[in-house]
């Protein structure tokens, strides 16, 4: 069997190791269009867990992998001229060069004919191969070849990024914000185990424009950066290898094969360098191509939808989650005003794959801290020890919960409970067992019916009212109005927002603009909380509108609260525990790290 490569990266030379070494193939051949030994970028990171299936499918390239590069185990944040460190996140950075001189050594011992200085630009002359693999990037000569069938959509971010280095030798991923006259540049400086770092400077179209940074050389742009890093950087240079300035591209395929030909990496996908899962794709993609092809000798197609069907899955989740990681960055103004520690936690939980106890456990130390300092915030007394943020208390207006739990089955434990009624003739009695207790209900009639709604609630034992808004807001507006002026001054009123039209990629709702401006106004016209559908939205509007927020996430574990009020998504969370412990998250449920 022959098996023609195109492209000649991690994916596409890792791919030739294993169908050489797993006998699928007897003659494969790989086409690299630059020469040996070159390579755009700097260096490469392996997020945790990613070498652990190499270290599977070939032990020995996974061992010349780590003995090339560099391991670290810590997260340094850097921000309004403080510094905070979060332990147990695992990497490892190598050089991108290194990476592939790696892999192209394995590839040629294995017996594949690797050749560079060869561009393709069509296929024909591979019509002798039984199968075609498209491991040639974003740009992919054999994705675009095949264009009707794969079915690419391809977006650029709005954000732009440069991928530099520094001489400066960083020992951990460090994450530096610095604000400036034109606005916020993040910068991602990380090590490769060589006597310089890698470092990644992205900001916003607006700032690089009013910056100048637009209109400027490679040079001057380095030079610049040295300003504005200057502290970070201890006097290092930054250093360049070309134009710099590029825009992330997003790319989705409806399909990654035909009867003879595949795409894997870039080709077919591509997610967020923010949390370094490129490279990581890449590999298990070839990993699983070729293991597939293995079990299946001689019948190529059903290999290739079995790869498909096995790796579509888990390369979607890792692309939701990259653009949620991308998101926080872009949105990161909103978290300005955080405390060192919760910022800091929270650019660790961004992309939503890691909770609460993940973080405790790989750094028990920081979550201890973070754990104590959120109950003192809370309490207004600093304590040593204390317990997760679930259960710290809660002030909503004069009304003080005992912890962060919502719950709408009456379920004991809960600092609220909140119970619907679908009108007047049915106030039921407030649940006993200690808790407050706030009664759901919808737009009445007339604006007289809140009075008796406000005495009905009293004498049942309600502590707080929320109102569902329904379709209409300006109702919803006046309704607030006189409920508010009904109820009594020193019990809360909240407000129910509509559920979201539709959310994007990243769980972000369509019409979080709209939400936002309408948490506002019901602000202003006396809701001191709001109940918000999903964790994306609760996020916006706690953070954009300046509004406390009670998120219905779909939380199914003390875990998930614990991270969502932990990381300043929401002040409270509707837990629901009796449903699976495991969802999807494409409403803004948290997801488990594999």
């Not at 561009?119 to 095949?146: K, Q």
């Not at 309704?479 to 009123?493: E, G, N, S």
Request: charge should be negative; charged fraction near 25%; glycine fraction near 10%.
């Amino acid at each position: 069997m022959r098996v023609d490569i195109i492209g000649g990266g991690p994916g596409g030379l890792l791919a030739a190791v294993l169908l050489r070494r797993l006998g699928v193939a007897d003659d494969v051949r790989v086409y690299e269009r630059h020469p040996a030994g070159t390579t755009y970028g700097w260096g490469v990171v392996f997020p945790e867990g990613a070498l652990d299936q190499l270290a599977q499918a070939a032990p020995d390239v996974q061992a010349a992998v780590v003995a090339a590069g560099t391991t670290w185990t810590h997260v340094d944040v850097r921000h309004q001229g403080y510094r905070r460190r979060v332990n147990g996140n695992r990497f490892h950075g190598i050089p991108r060069a290194a990476l592939l001189e790696v892999l192209r050594n394995a590839a040629e011992e294995a017996g594949a004919r690797v050749t560079f200085e060869h561009t393709v630009e069509d296929l024909a002359a591979h019509d002798g191969a039984d199968l075609v693999v498209g491991a040639d990037g974003v740009r992919s000569v054999v994705r675009e070849a095949h264009r009707d069938r794969f079915g690419p959509e391809l977006a650029q971010s709005d954000f732009v990024y440069a991928w530099l280095g520094t001489d400066r030798v960083f020992h951990d991923f460090t994450y530096i914000f610095r604000d400036t006259p034109w606005g916020v540049f993040r910068a991602y400086a990380y090590p490769s185990g060589q006597p310089w770092s890698s470092l990644i400077v992205h900001t916003s179209p607006e700032t690089w424009r009013a910056s100048g940074l637009a209109s400027m050389d490679e040079t001057e742009s380095s030079r610049l950066f040295e300003q504005i890093f200057a502290q970070d950087l201890e006097g290092a240079a930054v250093l360049s290898k070309g134009a710099p300035w590029t825009r992330f591209p997003h790319l989705t395929c409806s399909s990654w094969h035909t009867d003879r030909t595949v795409l894997i990496g870039d080709a077919a996908h591509t997610a967020h360098w923010s949390i370094g899962s490129g490279t990581r794709l890449a590999v298990e993609d070839a990993i699983v191509l070729a293991t597939e092809l293995a079990a299946r000798p001689g019948r190529v197609p059903e290999a290739l939808a079995t790869f498909e069907r096995v790796r579509r899955p888990q390369v979607e989740k890792f692309q939701a989650a990259a653009r949620r990681s991308e998101r926080y960055f872009e949105k990161m103004p909103r978290y300005t005003g955080f405390e060192p520690d919760q910022f800091a936690y929270q650019l660790t939980a961004r992309s939503w794959k890691i909770t609460h106890a993940d973080i405790a456990r790989r750094d028990p130390g920081f979550v201890a801290g973070y754990d104590a300092w959120f109950h003192g915030r809370a309490t207004g007394r600093p304590v040593d020890v204390a317990p997760s943020p679930a259960f710290a208390p809660l002030r909503v207006g004069a009304l003080e919960l005992p912890n962060r739990i919502v719950t709408l089955s009456g379920a004991r434990g809960a600092g609220l409970s909140l119970v619907a009624t679908a009108d007047l003739s049915g106030v039921p009695a407030a649940p006993s067992g200690g808790a407050p207790a706030g009664l759901r209900v919808p737009v009445l009639d007339s604006p007289a019916d809140y009075a008796e709604l406000s005495a009905r609630a009293l004498a049942a034992g309600y502590a707080l009212v929320l109102l569902e808004l329904g379709t209409d807001p300006e109702a919803g507006l006046t309704a607030l109005k006189a409920l508010r002026a009904h109820w009594p001054a020193d019990r809360p009123v909240a407000a129910a927002l509509p559920a979201p039209v539709g959310t994007d990629e990243a769980g972000e709702a369509l019409d979080t603009a709209e939400h936002v401006a309408l948490a506002e106004r019901l602000a202003a016209a006396g809701a001191d909380a709001l109940l918000v559908d999903g964790v994306a939205l609760a996020d916006a509007v706690r953070n954009e509108a300046g509004v406390m927020v009670l998120a219905d996430g779909g939380a199914r574990t003390r875990d998930d609260v614990d991270t969502v009020v932990a990381a300043g998504w929401a002040d409270c969370c509707v837990l629901y525990p009796t449903a699976p412990d495991r969802v999807e998250r494409e409403s803004g449920v948290l997801e488990q790290e594999d």
